[in-house]
Each structure stands twice: as C-alpha cells, then as structure tokens.
Antibody, heavy 119, light 108 residues
C-alpha cells in the first residue's frame, strides 16, 4: 500500500526558506512512470499545484512560484523534497506531497503538514 | 495558466437528490479533467479522471462527462457521506494542473 508522509518545520519566519521532505513507502520513486509532487492549500481556501518531479529528476514548477521553488529527488532514501524561499504569510498552508499518474491526476496524497509563516 | 471556473461555488441539496457541478476551462483541454472530493480535515480524494473514468472504489453514482472546455460532475442520488467540497482540476499540461475554486455541497 503506497504511503506518503510529509515532514518538516511547522513554523517558518517571513523571508526564510520553507523546507519539506516526503518519504515514500510502498513504491519506488526511481524507475517509476509517475510524477512526485507538491500541492498546497491555504486555510479555508482552494488547492494550488506547486510542482512535480518525474522519476529522472526533471522538475516542473507552477509559473507563479517558479522563481522561489526548488524540488529534488533522493532515490537512495526514496524521498523527494520541496524548498520555497522568501516566504511570506501568503505561503501559510497545508502542504501535501502527492503521486501523480502519467495523466497528471493525483491518485495518492500525503495527509499533509501545516506550515505557518510567522515571526 | 489555464483558468478553471467551477459553478456553483456552493449548493444545498437533500439526500436522494441529483446534483450537477460544472467546470469550465479557459481553453480546450480535451478530456484532461479530474474531479476530487474533500472532507474537512482530510486530503482530497480522486473521484473521476480524464473527464469520465471512475477511480477504483468510487461509487457509480458519481458520473463525469464533458470534453473541450465544459465538464460536469453529476451525483445521481446524494448520500449522506457525499456532503463535502468538490474540486475540478485540469492536467492538460501534465504534470502541471490548475484547480477550480471548489464547490461546497451542503445538506439542505
């Protein structure tokens, strides 16, 4: 059974970098035809795709966040990561790591981790 | 970015009702349209992918249709567990994908 688990600080100061890791169990990131990505949801608001990696490590970012986002894959640990720099209060959200099928739809979601940007 | 517009933003209905939610894309997206259900405090759950394919384990009362720019999610007979928020998502530029703003389905 595929499971995704987010980890990282729940509180980040404004202007600093948000860093999250997703640990995957039940599937191997390497050699898989799936995409491994991040989606966020501010409290009480809708869903926003942040970006995705494919199995080769190629990255795809939301154009509105591209200048601040870095994503990477660590196949040896079966993990992938998100870094979002220069955060503001607008980046406060539940962050979900996800597995996307080749068609892009999200079949599996992590439970999510709430990241609050505040001093 | 392809904009996705859902309507209505909220609706009230009763158990047993037939309910339809609409999603319109800002440009043609073929059938790269997915539907999710989200309950409070939970991650979204995939219901329908590529416009009309039912995700494994999802009840057949959830029906998706459409192509191009106009899509619908129909729940043929509302059950108590269906009261939730529903989101459409386009994945025309896979893996990128924008979501609609959501439709909150409440009990009348």
């Amino acid at each position: 059974q595929l499971q995704l688990q987010e980890s990282g600080p729940g509180l980040v100061k404004p202007s600093e970098t948000l860093s999250l890791t997703c640990t995957v169990s039940g599937d191997s990131i390497s050699g898989s035809s799936y995409y491994w990505g991040w989606i966020r949801q501010p409290p009480g608001k809708g869903l926003e795709w942040i970006g995705s990696n494919d199995y080769s490590g190629s990255t795809y970012y939301n154009p509105s966040l591209k200048s601040r986002v870095t994503m990477s894959v660590d196949t040896s640990k079966n993990q992938f990561s998100l870094k979002l720099k220069s955060v503001t209060a607008a980046d406060t959200a539940m962050y979900h790591c996800v597995r996307q099928a080749p068609g892009g739809y999200v079949g599996y979601w992590g439970q999510g981790t709430l990241v609050t940007v505040s001093s | 970015d392809i904009q996705m517009t859902q309507s209505p933003s909220s609706l009230s209905a009763s158990v047993g009702d037939r309910v339809t939610i609409t999603c319109r894309a800002g440009q043609s997206i073929s059938t790269y349209l997915n539907w999710y259900q989200q309950k409070p405090g939970k991650a979204p759950k995939l219901l329908i992918y590529t416009a009309s394919s039912l995700q494994s384990g999802v009840p057949s009362r959830f029906v998706g249709s459409g192509s191009g720019t106009d899509f619908t999610l129909t729940i043929t007979s509302l059950q108590p567990e269906d009261f939730a928020t529903y989101y459409c998502q386009q994945t025309y530029g896979t893996p990128s994908g924008t979501f609609g703003q959501g439709t909150r389905l409440e009990i009348k």
